[in-house]
Nanobody, 115 residues
Framework: QVQLVESGGGLVQPGGSLRLSCAAS????????LGWYRQGPGKEREWVAV???????RYTDSVKGRFTISRDNARNTVYLQMNSLQPTDSGLYYC?????????WGQGTQVTVSS
C-alpha cells in the first residue's frame, strides 16, 4: 500500500490562497478515492474533500466553491487548492484514502489563516 506525505501548508491572511500537495510513495492510479481531512483547534478530524479515479469530487459544505481537489496520477500526487481562506479553515490537513483510511495517518501539514 502507498504512503502519503502532505506539504504546502503555511501562514496566510484571510482571503488568501494555498495549494496543498499529497505525495504518494507508490502509484495512486489504482486507488479509487483519495481525500483531504483536517483537524482544527479543539475539534475532531473532519473530512474535507474527495476525488475518485473517475474524477468525481465532493466537498464538505463549508469549503464548497473555495477549495478544489485534483489528482495527477503521473506524479502520484493529490492537490488541494484552497482559495478565499478563512480563519475557520485553520488546522492540520491530512490526505488519505476514502472511505477506508490508511493507518497510521501521516504528519499532516499545518494551515494557519490569521490576520
Amino acid at each position: 500500500q502507498v504512503q502519503l506525505v502532505e506539504s504546502g501548508g503555511g501562514l496566510v491572511q484571510p482571503g488568501g490562497s494555498l495549494r496543498l500537495s499529497c505525495a504518494a510513495s507508490g502509484s495512486i492510479f489504482s486507488i479509487n478515492a483519495l481525500g483531504w481531512y483536517r483537524q482544527g483547534p479543539g475539534k475532531e478530524r473532519e473530512w474535507v474533500a474527495v476525488i475518485t479515479s473517475g474524477g468525481s469530487t465532493r466537498y464538505t459544505d463549508s469549503v464548497k466553491g473555495r477549495f478544489t481537489i485534483s489528482r495527477d496520477n503521473a506524479r502520484n500526487t493529490v492537490y488541494l487548492q484552497m482559495n478565499s481562506l478563512q480563519p475557520t479553515d485553520s488546522g492540520l490537513y491530512y490526505c488519505n484514502t476514502v472511505p477506508t483510511v490508511l493507518s497510521p495517518w501521516g504528519q499532516g501539514t499545518q494551515v494557519t489563516v490569521s490576520s
